[in-house]
């Protein structure tokens, strides 16, 4: 299993391959998303930003004190690692979720 480890902020936080747990509080948070804005990411981040879900978002995501990390302060060199990581730990549980959650058959 492979962690990325980040220095954001002055604080080190990292990411392994999501647990169970952490799926099914993504599902929850992602679940409250409208289906129209859940197909493209640009929309989902969006969403995520106006109803003060992305800090949530990256709780669940990072392990360490994140508390301690102002999440909207994150310089997009940084979230774009977190998310290109996030995608190659656990992209074929992101392929089945984005399926689930437009209405299609997970396969």
């Known amino acids: 299993m492979t962690k990325q480890v980040y220095k954001i902020q002055s604080k080190e936080v990292y990411q ?3 647990t169970i747990g952490q799926d ?3 599902i929850k948070i992602f679940s409250s998303i409208p289906q129209e804005e859940i197909e493209h990411v640009p929309k989902v ?3 995520l930003v106006e109803n003060d879900l992305l800090a949530e978002v990256m709780q669940v ?3 360490g004190d994140i508390s301690k990390i102002k999440v909207l ?3 997009n060199s940084e979230f774009e690692a977190i998310y290109t990581d ?3 730990l656990n992209g074929g549980l992101v392929q089945k979720l984005t399926k689930l959650f437009a209405g299609e ?3």
Do not use: G
Request: hydrophobic share 50%; no cysteine.
């Open 24 to 26: 099914i509080q993504l």
């Open 45 to 47: 981040i969006n969403y």
């Open 61 to 63: 995501i990072l392990k």
């Open 86 to 88: 996030f995608l190659e």
């Open 105 to 107: 058959e997970a396969k």
């Open 73 to 75: 302060d994150i310089k």
């Open 16 to 18: 392994e391959e999501l």
